[in-house]
């Protein structure tokens, strides 16, 4: 009970905290991005500049929309990033909300705030937004299946360890490294199935090269065409704190090790060493899954996103898959 | 909630009111990174509901008329409208042709005009200085 009362306690900390760091992450994303196209880039606050000024705007809703889907749907989405980030291990500790849910929960609160997306940009009735919902919904179904396949796989493993142990539980799963419990061509294939939930990543965040929902250049702003204001803020935070929560994900799967117990520290000092860790290990994740990805590749075409996601991503990840339970059958 | 947050974080938007696409270039090269304009924290935005400023080129057609008016109407406020080129602030190279309404101040409120034929991107981003400049002003006063 009282544990109960102490999540309750700490799910606005979270929310903060988890805003924060995400608007900073996304600074210093921007600044990265600058400096591989030899730019300066803006400065490290500017998310926070972007998001104050977009509370400050004037916030229009069409007089075609549909109103109230118009205007709930950001809050929906933000709400969404947020309850995500209650279930990943975030600096060290097990999930908030250990118990309460698992990996398969986590992956349908992800689903949230692009269904959100794609109710808003229908609700506000544009047609760039129509064609950019539409896109929304191709890129999600396409993205989900290697996704499922990387993270089923990844429990299985976890399940071999002994019997009756919540597999799924990502309290469970942070707290075993699974590249201990293979053989070398099980390890194979989980370095497979860990390139393919990194380049899941991209497209379940929308950034480049799978922004094909919002490219901005065809067709306008895609999805978010006819948000302005305090509802552009609301998914822009929301983007951003996906962004965090999805890279926590990958953490808490393939690089979930502490750094306190290597450096033999306790007390606060591990507590804080192990959440600086855990923002490294974060911002790694950020920087390959994401940064770099997005500077290194132009945009696809959604018709080649389909392709790349269900062709070869899920390839990948069934033949890492594959390599798993040849592994596992050997080890019996 | 001054308009001077506005200052730092300013996402552009162009409409093309018929120009001969020499000033849309420079637009686009003043987007280089050579000049870098995300330091100053602007980018440019596919939809007028995203932006905060308009960028209009152009002496503005007959058949533009409206949808400038249109695009000006869609930018949620506080907005500000910086001309780019000889055309938009006085019509320029085609002044007093048959098919004009323009130049652009007859249609929508300017706040800035960059002349040249075409700017250099150092004009437009000068332009945006004194855009900042004006803002600043504007906020004090309220
Ligand atoms: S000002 Fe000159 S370059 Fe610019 S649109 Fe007019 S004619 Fe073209």
Redesign the pocket.
Known sequence: MIEALQAIALIPVVAIVGIFISLLFKGIDRILAARMQARIGPPLSQPFIDVKKLFMKENIVPKNSVKWLFEIMPIVSLTASLVVLLYVPLFGFKPLLDGYGDLILVIYLFAIPSLAMVLGGFASSSRYATIGAQREMVTMLSYEFPLAISIIAIAWVISKTGTCIPAFSLGTIFTIPVWGLVGPIGFLGLVLLSLVMLFVMPGEIGTVPFDAPEAETEIGGGVLTEYSGRNLALFYISSSVKTIAFAALIVALIIPWNISNILLLGGTGAIVADALFFLAKLFIVVFVGSTFVRVAIARFRITQIVKIYWGYASLAALFGLLLIAIDLSWMV | MSLKDLNRSLWVFHVNSG?????DIEIVATLTPRYDIERFGMKLVGTPRHADVLLV???VTRDMEKKLRRVFDQTPDPKVVMVI???GSTG??FYESYNLVGPVDRIIPVDVYVA???PRPEAIIEGVVKVWAKLEKRGEKK
């Open positions: 120009s001969c696409n020499g000033c080129t152009g002496p080129g000889n055309c320029g190279v040249g034929c075409p």
